[in-house]
């Protein structure tokens, strides 16, 4: 008997390959003659030809979906999820054989309406995370594929740290049938006004691509001006203060990465140069330093307020930034005036009446005004002046800490960076470096740019190290995980996570500890906060350089050598399972 067996897993190709492994196993030892296709996430691998296809007495599909279904017209096929067939593969063969119809492709024509609601859906969606990176992408090209795959039209903008890409024109929208914002940011949704909008995360776009997509289908709803009274609620309980602070860390993100490099820059001329007035390396540290720096903590609140309030929420979060900029509460003190200034904000929206003939002042004078005035009035005598000292304190210690304490804060962080790469925990430690390079600490960020940069590379020297238990597949994904983690990008381990997460984060952990640990013990210091390997390029944006490489070497090697040497290959994960 000739069989075609298909296996396409959405998030990955372990679990494709091993399920084409077991179920050719299986087809073999009943005496079948079996050719495996497997998809990967460009192209299939192996595809069947037309020859083979024709000799086929049965097609068994392990697959959300059926690849290319129409080459398959009047052969028998049998079609089923992936994980139906990992347990018994035997059984699943029985079962494809015993029930597999004739296939026929279906005519549009003769479908009725009701039935065909969800086919041929012309879809717009909008992918972006905070740091605007890895996330944003790989969502994007999953629901791209996925959508493809179910039959719809589909495009998707990225909002990532450089703007928007592939932007949506306004033809396309008002053509769109559902809106998809797949973002764990705020964005601008007033061009999609009248339309139906359906709201997730970038994690769910990524994870699970098709059933993001039959969600938004059935679920979207009209998001336009009528209806946000009924659904602001909704809204900010479903956004979260996780959401609208990691929307202040991505708008505050470039003026960091900006001012650090600056500084870095003004300090090739000397560490002291920028004493000297009127030389280049002064103009470097007072834009650097004296301008983008003294923005972070405004631009912070002003968009956690606008996250919450949307635009009447900017200019208030900006002033209680400002002014704990001033009072000296840094970035903790911008935490909360962001907060306050935002929820002010919302509440003069939705409970402050006003006639209808000076409604239109509400937004430009009203709202700006009581919000400005009550936070800040808080800022100055409430919390303002405790929270200074709260982070005077935090930053005396941190300074002064000893090599011992140094260590616990090393591997405390590194273990942050790498638990969920990418996740809540590593954004929490990150906003947490971020935010203290404000006061001009710059030990921790160091710490934590380089853990991060350890799962994606382990990956990669895991995937060389121990070729024979990787697929060809899961090796051109290490290359890609290893040059992703020079980057400061930890999400390019997260394919090798997702697959076998008991052994792989444990692995990541343990180097990123290690690196983290190494970074504070040398007394690292770390001018911006993104760019990976390639900060080192700029004169005195890390010190000392050797040794904070040779701690990102370190944590690498104990991930990658360590997950080598716990990992199964691939012909122990048949057997076992």
Not at 275 to 301: N, Y
Not at 552 to 569: E, Q
Request: hydrophobic share 50%.
């Amino acid at each position: 008997m000739n069989i075609i067996l298909i296996t396409a897993c959405p998030s990955g190709m372990a679990t494709t390959f091993l399920a084409a492994k077991r179920l050719e196993q299986a087809a073999q030892r009943q005496g079948w003659v079996a050719h495996v296709e497997m998809h990967g996430e460009v192209a299939p691998l192996q595809a069947a030809t037309a020859e083979q296809i024709a000799n086929a007495d049965l097609i068994v599909v392990a697959a959300d979906h059926v690849p290319a279904p129409e080459r398959f017209e009047g052969k028998r096929l049998f079609q089923a999820p992936i994980a139906s067939a990992l347990p018994d593969p035997s059984d699943f063969l029985a079962q494809a054989k015993r029930e597999a119809p004739i296939y026929s492709a279906p005519k549009a024509a003769s479908a009725p309406a009701s039935t065909s609601a969800a086919n041929g859906k012309k879809i717009v969606a909008v992918t972006a995370c905070p740091t605007g990176v890895a996330h944003t992408f790989m969502a994007a090209e999953a629901l791209a594929e996925a959508g493809k795959a179910m039959g719809h039209a589909i495009r998707v903008e990225t909002q990532g740290s450089v703007g928007a890409q592939d932007k949506l024109t306004e033809e396309e929208i008002a053509d769109a049938d559902v809106v998809v914002l797949a973002c764990d940011i705020d964005v601008d949704p007033s061009r999609f006004a009248d339309k139906r909008i359906y709201r997730t995360s970038t994690g769910n776009a990524l994870k699970k691509p098709r059933p993001t997509l039959e969600a938004a289908l059935s679920e979207a709803v009209i998001e336009n001006g009528s209806s946000n009274a009924g659904t602001a609620n909704k809204s900010v309980k479903e956004k979260g203060v996780y959401k609208h602070l990691l929307t202040g860390v991505s708008f505050m993100l470039p003026m960091v990465v900006a001012g650090g490099l600056l500084i870095a820059l003004s300090f090739v001329f000397g560490i002291e140069a920028f004493e000297q007035e009127g030389t280049l390396a002064a103009a470097l540290m007072q834009i650097g330093g004296g301008t983008a720096f003294a923005l972070m903590i405004p631009v912070l609140a002003g968009y956690i307020a606008y996250s919450i309030a949307d635009r009447p929420g900017i200019a208030p979060g900006m002033i209680g930034g400002m002014l704990a900029s001033n009072i000296g509460s840094g970035f903790i003190g911008g935490i909360l005036a962001g907060f306050l200034a935002g929820y002010v904000a919302l509440a003069v929206t939705r409970y402050v009446k006003l006639p209808s003939s000076i409604e239109s002042l509400k937004p430009i004078l009203i709202i700006p005004l009581i919000a400005s005035l009550v936070t800040g009035l808080t800022m100055i005598y409430v919390i303002g002046e405790p929270v200074a000292a709260l982070l005077n304190a935090l930053t005396s210690f941190l300074e002064s800490m000893g090599s011992t304490n140094a260590i616990l804060l090393g591997i405390l962080l590194g273990a942050m960076m790498c638990f969920d790469l990418g996740g809540p925990v590593n954004k929490a430690a990150y906003t947490f470096g971020v935010g203290l390079l404000a006061s001009e600490t710059y030990g921790p960020m160091a710490a934590i740019m380089a853990a991060g940069m350890v799962p994606a590379i382990g990956m990669g020297i895991a995937s060389f190290v121990a070729r024979n238990k990787f697929s060809a597949p899961e090796r051109e994904a290490g290359k890609a995980s290893f040059v992703l983690g020079l980057c400061f990008i930890s999400e390019g381990a997260i394919p090798f996570a997702a697959k076998d997460p008991l052994r792989v984060i444990p692995a990541c952990i343990a180097g990123g500890a290690l690196t983290g640990a190494l970074s504070m013990l040398v007394g690292a210091k770390l001018m911006a906060p993104h760019g990976g390997i390639f900060v080192l390029l700029i004169p005195n944006a890390i010190t000392p350089a050797l040794l904070y490489l040779g701690a990102i070497v370190a944590g690498s090697l104990v991930t990658g050598l360590g997950y080598a040497f716990i990992k199964r290959d691939a012909a122990q994960v048949a057997l076992a399972t």
